[in-house]
T-cell receptor
Framework: GENVEQHPSTLSVQEGDSAVIKCTYS??????FPWYKQELGKRPQLIID?????GEKKDQRIAVTLNKTAKHFSLHITETQPEDSAVYFC???????????????FGKGTHLIIQP | NAGVTQTPKFQVLKTGQSMTLQCAQD?????MYWYRQDPGMGLRLIYY???????DKGEVPNGYNVSRLNKREFSLRLESAAPSQTSVYFC?????????????FGPGTRLTVL
């Protein structure tokens, strides 16, 4: 099955600086890579996603890059703000039963702390 | 639209007790999922249902059973709860287009097994 590694586990940046979170995946058949933001006690919320036929996607201050050859993808947040403080999870589409590739495999999360 | 709803929000069980977690979605999605979230472990897939009438195991299915009652509802049952099943359980749903499946999550059920 799929395996997703995420780094770092904790990231502290000054307000206004950029933050980068990196993930690697193992299954070359995975072709969908979402990023979720989770605030304390809340549900995960999708913030951006990328499909395997695209190398980069941007939405205002958030961007995601994908390198299929190296099997890694990254989340970039520019001009960080206090409300960006949360846990961020990367994920990859994965196959569990050899055919039904419906579930997501998640990384273990990055706790992003924005220092004022 | 309520999106994805889950009941109950909180539950405390004793070891050996059984219970069913309920999930419903009103977005006409065909696929539904159950995940558990443990500290430092991210979310792990327990079971999923690609479409009404089908269910399949995920990464950590042991100790659980599921029922896809209809297109809207997908329940998760713990037959004999164990302390290792203390976790936060999230239900999710998606409209599966090929393999690009943006998943929407419910608010979660916080379960403690004593």
């Amino acid at each position: 099955g799929e395996n997703v590694e995420q780094h770092p586990s904790t990231l502290s940046v000054q307000e206004g600086d950029s933050a980068v979170i990196k993930c690697t995946y193992s299954d070359s058949a995975s072709n969908y890579f979402p990023w979720y933001k989770q605030e304390l006690g809340k549900r995960p919320q999708l913030i951006i996603d990328i499909r395997s036929n695209v190398g980069e996607k941007k939405d205002q201050r958030i961007a995601v890059t994908l390198n299929k050859t190296a099997k890694h993808f990254s989340l970039h947040i520019t001009e960080t703000q206090p409300e960006d403080s949360a846990v961020y999870f990367c994920a990859a589409s994965g196959s569990y039963s050899g055919g039904g590739a419906d579930g997501l495999t998640f990384g273990k999360g990055t706790h992003l702390i924005i220092q004022p | 639209n309520a999106g994805v709803t889950q009941t109950p929000k909180f539950q405390v069980l004793k070891t050996g007790q059984s219970m069913t977690l309920q999930c419903a979605q009103d977005m006409n999605h065909n696929s539904m999922y159950w995940y558990r979230q443990d500290p430092g472990m991210g979310l792990r897939l327990i079971y999923y249902s690609a479409s009404e009438g089908t269910t399949d195991k995920g990464e950590v299915p042991n100790g659980y059973n599921v029922s896809r009652l209809n297109k809207r509802e997908f329940s998760l049952r713990l037959e004999s709860a164990a302390p290792s099943q203390t976790s936060v359980y999230f239900c999710a749903s998606s409209y599966r287009i090929q393999r690009y499946n943006e998943q929407f999550f419910g608010p979660g059920t916080r379960l403690t097994v004593l």
